[in-house]
Structure formats: C-alpha cells, structure tokens
C-alpha cells in the first residue's frame, strides 16, 4: 500500500527536479547520459500512461501519421512504431533524441528530430494523431505548446495529452520530495512551472484544450505503479536519476546521506512482498481536431 503520507501531503509538493531553462547542450538532462539514466527509471510509469494513451486514441495502424511531442525516452513513440505508425518523436534534448534516433532506427518510416514543441517545424494538419505526455506541462509558454500540437492535428484527427495530478509527478520523484521535506523542512524548492499547476485540474485542462481548437475533449484519472526493488537495491538502481534532481544534487555528500537514509524510511512503507510499489495519478485528455 501506498504510504499514506504521500497522498495526503502531495498536494502541497514542489518539484525538486526541473531544470531551469538553459540553452541546449548546457544543462545535464540534454545529455546521452541523462537520456539513458530517464529511460532505465522513469519509463516504467510513463510507459503505463502511454500505453492507455494510444489506447483511449485507438486505430493505431500500419500508415498512421503520428507525433510524438517532448518524447523524452520513447515510452510513447516505440510502441507505437511497433504498431505500424510512422512516427515523428521531436524532443528539445539531443540526448533524447539521439537515443530515439536508435530506438526508431529500425522503422524505416518513423524518425527523430531535435524540435522545440513551442515552435513545431512542421506543416499545418500532418499527423493523425499528435501526443504530448507530460511535455506541454513543462512548455514556459505552455498555451502555445497545445495550439502547435492543435495546428499540425489534421481535421478529424486526435490530440492526447498527459499531466500529473500534482506535483512533483510521480515514481521516485514523490518519494524524494517527501525525504528532502522529512530532512530539510524549511528548504524552499522551486515552484512548479505555471502549465504544471493549470493542466493538472481535468476541467481546466479540457478548456485549454478546447480554447487550443480542439472538440470532443475527454478527460480520465488514470493510476500508475512504479515497481522496483527494495532497501539498498532501491538507492543502488536509483542513484542515477537522483544525481539528476536538483536539490539532492546540490547537497554535500553529508546532506545526500541523511537524504538516502529518509529515502529508505520512505520506501520501507511502499514495500509489498519485497517489492517498492508508488502508486501516483495522471490525467489523459483526448480531443478531436474539427
């Protein structure tokens, strides 16, 4: 069962993990590395809502025209190639990109591109289907971002789009904001991007979506489970990604012990039959392009 702790206080969680906006190849999470580390972590939740997004879209085929926005590492896009879509994944990390270039290598019609989901490339009504898991969230101009993914959704095609419930998102990411609070209760983490907080409420995710020009918009809360081993294998398998949090990355080495040993209280309480079970919400909203 889900440590009650994270529910109950989730709502007033902040993301510790967001990178400020740096130009490319600056920052860390543009890198191979950090592409790597995201895919080996966190898509095992972001591959679950994926999974029910090309579902609740439905009629992925052989010939499907689809875009993948903010693909990160191909939780969407290579299931979807392995329907038949002919896939455009663009993300603005050429870490990402570089590791969906070698995920779609073997689909002769699907390809990756370094893009800015802002400012999309791409001609007017191209896609059947346009996908933005957990990537608009994050746009600064987030409007913008779903009115691209609008424009290049051919009439009669669907648009799908992913958010957390709250912040910080979920997986590790809820459990190290709660050790970080548990450790440090008076550090102050950023604040969530703007497009985080408002595309996190169903019903104002469906009118942001409607004002974008979309029709038909339906919105479900879906659960995910990130699963992954326990005790010290759970701090082993995750360093990883941890050194990639912000906050954690910034302490000394004195602050990120006491911050691994809130971390195994934490997962203690998320712990099934020996396994590390976090259980968190996201919202998936599909529309249809008039």
């Keep these: 069962m889900q440590n009650p702790e994270i529910s109950e206080r989730a709502a007033t969680d902040q993301p510790t993990w967001i990178p400020k906006q740096q130009p490319a190849g600056v920052h860390p999470h543009m890198t191979d590395e950090f592409a790597r580390v995201y895919q080996r972590t966190a898509n095992r939740n972001t591959g679950q809502v994926a999974a029910a997004a090309l579902d609740r879209v439905g009629n992925i085929h052989w010939g499907t025209r689809l875009l993948d926005i ?35 290598a073997p689909f002769p019609s699907s390809e990756a591109r370094l893009m800015d989901g802002q400012q999309l490339e791409l001609e007017d009504g191209r896609f059947d289907a346009t996908f933005s898991l957990f990537g ?56 969530p991007p703007e497009g985080f907080l408002a595309l996190a409420k169903p019903d104002r995710l469906a009118e942001e979506m409607s004002l974008a020009g979309l029709a038909e918009i339906s919105v479900e809360e879906i659960e995910t489970t990130w699963e992954g081993q326990s005790g010290q294998s759970y701090l082993d398998d995750l360093r990883g990604l941890h050194s990639y949090m912000g906050a954690y990355h910034q302490l000394d080495k004195d602050g990120q012990s006491r911050v691994e040993k809130a971390i195994a209280e934490v997962i203690e309480g998320l712990t099934v039959d020996g396994r590390v079970l976090i259980r968190s919400s996201a919202i998936l909203a599909v529309g249809k392009k008039a």
């Excluded at 896939?87 to 870490?95: R, S, T």
């Excluded at 993914?149 to 419930?165: E, F, L, N, P």
């Design 136 to 191: 608009a969230i994050l746009f600064p101009d987030w409007r913008r971002g779903l009115s691209e993914q609008a424009r290049v959704t051919r009439s009669g095609g669907k648009a799908c789009i992913a958010t957390w419930r709250r912040p910080p998102g979920g997986g590790p990411f809820l459990v190290m904001a709660q050790a970080l609070r548990s450790v440090f209760p008076d550090m102050q983490p950023p604040a």
């Design 70 to 104: 903010a693909a990160g590492a191909g939780a969407l896009s290579l299931p979807a190639a392995l329907r038949g879509a002919s896939v455009l994944a663009v993300d603005n990390a050429p870490g990402m990109v570089n590791l969906l270039a070698d995920q779609l």
